[in-house]
């Protein structure tokens, strides 16, 4: 029983490592307003979840570097998940920029947001949620035993390429997500400009101004459903086949 226990503790503290550091980090379940001692119990409950699919493959107790590459591990994956927040971030400050919408109700909440951010972010966090957020992050920290041993550090050359891939394309996700707004106040801003050279007396901005605000709003309301679907939908097929970019070594 002592020996069970020993392999026992060293088990779950391996797994632990690795999913408390994904914890702090990850959507819906790492953000700042959840208290720490939420976080902790979620913590301990994904690693009662997770420890039995990966028992057989945790090296055994006695060495300091699978504690170390466990915790980078969890990081690594929770700070990519996190990028997904970061792509919805930046396309609602694109968005509030673009309809002159960046002072509205800023700087509410732990993150210095528009108003537009906090609606994103929350709907998003929402959507992906009801969506099984829970049942597929624990499925990914146990897929990520398969390919990412504890205990071994990965490729440093196929994990640098899969990094740069996920992060190019959170930016490409966040003007993607941008996009409508974007072209619609660029060609706003051009029709304003010929009114402005037609008719130099009328003063275009006090027109212009209000009308780009509303109108703003008006096809916000209209595409952010389109525009949380679009990022549920990249958000989900990350989480089906996270660890393999197109065109990139698989890891590890």
């Not at 690795?18 to 939420?38: N, T, W, Y």
């Not at 972010?121 to 959507?127: D, I």
């Not at 992906?128 to 041993?149: M, R, T």
């Amino acid at each position: 029983m002592s020996g069970f226990g020993e392999t026992g503790v060293w088990a779950a503290a391996l797994v632990f490592l690795r999913v408390g550091a994904a914890m702090a980090l990850l959507p819906a379940f790492g953000e700042q307003a959840i208290p720490q001692r939420l976080r902790l119990v979620l913590a301990l409950a994904f690693t009662a979840i997770v420890a039995p699919s990966v028992w057989d493959r945790l090296p055994e107790a006695g060495f300091a570097l699978p504690l170390i590459t466990e915790a980078a591990v969890g990081l690594t994956i929770g700070a990519v998940l996190r990028l997904f927040i970061l792509a919805l971030q930046t396309a609602a400050m694109m968005i509030a920029q673009a309809t002159s919408l960046s002072q509205l109700l800023g700087g509410i909440g732990p993150e210095p947001l528009p108003a537009i951010g906090h609606l994103f972010v929350m709907a998003g966090l929402a959507v992906s949620v009801q969506a099984g957020l829970h049942v597929k992050l624990a499925s990914l920290l146990i897929l990520s035993y398969d390919l990412l041993p504890p205990g071994d550090l990965p490729g440093s050359g196929a994990f640098a390429e899969w990094g740069l891939w996920r992060v190019a394309e959170a930016f490409s996700l966040a003007f993607t997500l941008a996009a409508p707004f974007t072209i619609a106040s660029l060609l706003y801003n051009v029709a304003l400009g010929a009114i402005n050279r037609a008719m130099p007396a009328l003063m275009v901005s006090f027109i212009g101004a209000p009308a780009l605000a509303l109108g703003g709003l008006l096809l916000l309301a209209l595409v952010a459903p389109l525009v949380l679907k679009v990022w549920l939908g990249h958000f989900e097929a990350f989480l089906a086949q996270p660890f393999t970019p197109p065109n990139a070594t698989a890891l590890p």
